[in-house]
């Protein structure tokens, strides 16, 4: 597939449409994108859970305990460093949902518009 891509990128573009259809197909790249970013949502998700499941409500510290204000400090720092990296996972699972969709319904007017 990539050597297709790479062949129709080429000065003299591509002659074959279907240069996607290669070997495996354009579709089950497609799904196979769709779940890793699925699961790599999870995985951030349930890290960030578990950074987050000793984390307090500020209302509960009180002033004289400086030690665990710094440790609550600590841990809201770690959250909010992983904070990009899962709205970008989300982001991509989110785009690849809107593909996989996009292509199935212009599948089917495709195939129903003959």
Known sequence: ?????????????CTNPDFLEGKMGLVPVMWVIWGVSL??????????????????????????SSNVKSEQEEIA????????????????AGLMT????????LDAFRQFGK
Request: one cysteine or more; aromatic letters at 6%.
């Open 1 to 13: 597939m990539l050597a297709g891509v790479l062949f129709c990128a080429g000065a003299r573009g």
């Open 39 to 64: 699961v790599l949502t999870a995985g951030v998700s349930l890290y960030a859970a578990r950074l987050g499941r000793d984390e307090e409500s500020q209302i509960c510290l009180s002033d004289s």
């Open 77 to 92: 720092a770690r959250i909010g460093k992983i904070q990009p990296l899962k709205h970008a996972v989300l982001a991509l």
């Open 98 to 105: 809107l593909l996989i969709l996009a292509y199935y319904i």
